[in-house]
């Protein structure tokens, strides 16, 4: 842990079987306007609209629909969202649905109140909110786990015209104030869905565990995240009613892209990078994007951090290092990595995802070069990346 | 993660040698009058106190000043540090110390402007304050680190005149607004001091894990801290000036009991209650009391959690488990824990704190027997691991 940081995360998380219910309490915290954001209707076929919309009218809550979030929410829809946000007078948003869902409302609530171009703004200059500026706040209700913006201040917008997926981090304003967390909710998820939000989770761990020198406690925690995820993964999709499994993930994804594994840690984030380029061009589904390049990203990398991967292969995936050099270990970490990929169902090529020889330059120049990590790739290694993900 | 359960720590924490320029941003919020609390003086020696009153005096705050603060504070003390609470109208009380002082801190900070005996109603009766109840809100400057304290609700105080040692869980009303951590302040601290506090930290991991059977996250981000503070604790004791090694100790004391490990879970804290009852009979420092019990008390349950047991033996000391009984693996933790404590320099034998098989009997009679852990130990239990910890 060296470096000065601060911890702080306001959010309140509400978890289990009769989670919900804490919804009505909540909401008592708030004016009367709620500008309810959801997805495609998923919500509808499932029952969790009923249920939201009857605490939503018991509490005598005046409901505002804001519906037809994308998975990849765009520049578009966050204008549409504001505008109504602000004409309607909006005192809380909730939002029910996956990452997604929660990613718009935080956009949504930073653009309401805001006069200029809130894409340019925020997303595509990385600016922050000004201090005084007027933040919507924000509950949510997830019904798809993976990315945690249920507990931190990560928004993701994509602007097709202009082929970029930008992510901002906001401040703890617009974190949301409550995350209702029904591992049930997740269950009604078609099993791509399940599997791509899962290595979402374990790519979170993984940016953030392959960069840095020192020894630090977070990489311990980090290592934990990881293992549990793994024991309940396989449990999940062999048998995806498993709650015990379902539950462990969804409290994972939470804790792994929360506030507190980046603590004092430098992060890579190049996997993401490279994914949401992907996402960009093709709209494929986030986690997959991620699945896809990972393998080949990590092949690419490793020799920079030879000790750090050994020691993830060992810590994580149980490789025995008796007669190996460390790059053999550091190998066998990242086929362990792959085998798993393989038993729970993850893309592991991105052809099918609608990458092509004829775009990967393309997406090579979409992709945002951090200067993070064990080594920092040029727009040439990408497109080998690219090329090798094929 | 079974169950249903609500998250929430509203604790800011301000890490790194740079930390404590944070205190003046902090200051603001509160009003004129602080109540600075502190123990016996070593933070005049090591300058400690003469930094912070300095800041104070930059922020023209009216402080009051309230020292003496012992390792194992007591109820006298506690009705002292209310009456002066709020007698000077104190609008924050700063604990600058350790577990003791913020545990004391906690108390006044209920006890001041509650009327009746508030060992009795909060320790004693275990009673919640009124949800009305004027609570006052504390910060804390952490010199030493194991107890926790400084995210988390809890609160120890001792009646010796009761033969008693009693925590109490308080809600968020109680809890720090924000802490200071610092790990250079640490670093003054006897190795007898600081060594008790690693072992505090480790039994607060393990009398989180050493309990339930189902498949938590939560267990593996305790076995994630037990092997960062396992690897940071033997740098420590060899070089006590280590930064790193100090840093990732403090990370580890402070989210090892804050408000996650426990979530979905359940617990042991028999250690805890054994070691409060010899601390209550001999002011043995806290983390020796727990250490002196501790191999003894594991060798008793252990047969009742042997599962556990051995998946703790491989997953956190590396155990082999080939060609062994479960048994045999679970005991070969426990030989590895006493190895490591034995190289750490903890106290092995109760004898050296001033239990004899005279007072034996009376501090059974002083522990409370918890219904919890793998095992519900009767008085002749406790007897017995006395006699074995001698």
Redesign the interface.
Known sequence: ???????????????????LS?LREELGNYGPTVLLTYGGGSIKRNGIYEQVTAILGEAGKHVVELSGVMPNPTAEKLREGAELARTCGADLILAVGGGSTIDYAKGVSVAAHYGGNAWETFYKHQQDPAPDARILPIGAVLTMVGTGSEMNGGSVITNHAEGLKIGKVFDERVMPRFAILN?RFTMTLPRYQMVAGIFDIMSHLLEQYFSGE????SD??????Q??LI??SR?AVTNPDD???R??I???AT?ALNT?LK??KLQDWMVHMIGQAIGAHTDATHGMTLAAVSIPYYHHICRYGLPKFARWAQ?VWGVRPEGKTEERIAFDGIDALEGWMREIGVVLSSSELGVTEENIEAIADSTLLLPTGYHHLTREEVIDILRDSL
Do not use: H, I, Q, V
């Open positions: 842990m060296l470096g000065n940081f601060k911890y702080s995360n306001p959010t309140k998380l509400y978890f289990g079987e009769d989670s804490s591992p020192d020894d630090n406690t311990y925690l980090n290592e934990g995240l293992r549990s024991a309940a449990k709650y015990e499994a539950s462990n969804m409290w994972t804790w507190l603590c004092a810590a």
